[in-house]
């Protein structure tokens, strides 16, 4: 089956380390999405890549980084100078097909929590 | 600028009642996209409806309608019969046109439905 997959579901990382998030999809999908979901905050966009070897920053980039080497795989990386990085984190992906134009497909997220 | 408003932030029903979920937005594009998801208590996000601008005709699926105003730029969900399976947080979103704004999504911040037995 097609899909977005996000690991790890739960993430545990003490103050002052870096951690990476993976996110793979196997759906084709040109563009994918990083989202960040705080509590009564919706969602918010970190980084986004529309095509491979190139991504742009979103409304809330400041302390995390991306890369996108391969069109399936799209890792966010929480680096130490994201001042609260607590929050639960959603990978999205999309493609530009006539009639879905827009549409993103979501991973199951993943929850991390700083101790 | 665009946005997306949800005024409601949580709303409690009990099971069989009706009820709508309001959307609000503001765009300049003259092409647009608006969409609504749905946020189960498992985190991820499931796709429910999307909608042109150029497409004003409501549209119902079972126990779900969708109400689509340019006039007040509105986009409301009713869902009715309400079923305990229904609560979640659901999003309203808005999508510009694609090769301008990149498909990127503005979301409102959620209304979390409850359903009560």
């Known amino acids: 089956d097609g899909g977005i997959t996000q690991s790890p579901k739960y993430l545990f990382r003490k103050e002052g380390q870096n951690v990476t998030l993976s996110c793979e999809q196997n759906?084709?999908?040109?563009?994918m999405y990083w989202y960040r979901q705080d509590p009564g905050q919706g969602l918010r966009l970190i980084y986004y890549s529309q095509i491979v070897n190139d991504f742009q920053k979103g409304d809330i980039a400041e302390g995390y980084s991306v890369s996108r080497e391969k069109k399936e795989s799209f890792p966010l990386t929480v680096t130490s100078a994201q001042k609260n990085p607590t929050a639960f984190y959603l990978c999205a992906s999309s493609i530009r097909t006539s009639g879905r134009e827009g549409q993103q497909f979501f991973g199951p997220g993943t929850r991390l929590t700083v101790l | 600028a665009q946005k997306v408003t949800q005024a409601q932030t949580e709303i409690s029903v009990v099971e069989k009642e009706d009820v709508t979920l309001d959307c609000v937005y503001e765009t300049r594009d003259t092409t647009y996209y608006l969409f609504w998801y749905k946020q189960p208590p498992s985190g991820e996000l499931v796709f429910l409806i999307r909608r042109n601008s150029f497409d004003e005709q409501n549209e119902i699926s079972g126990r779900y309608s969708w109400n689509f105003q340019k006039s007040t730029s509105s986009f409301n969900f009713t869902i009715t019969a309400s079923q305990v399976v229904d609560s979640a947080v659901y999003f309203c979103a808005l999508s510009g046109n694609y090769g301008g704004s990149q498909g990127n999504l503005i979301f409102g911040k959620g209304t979390k439905l409850s359903v009560k037995p």
């Open positions: 759906l084709n999908h040109d563009a």
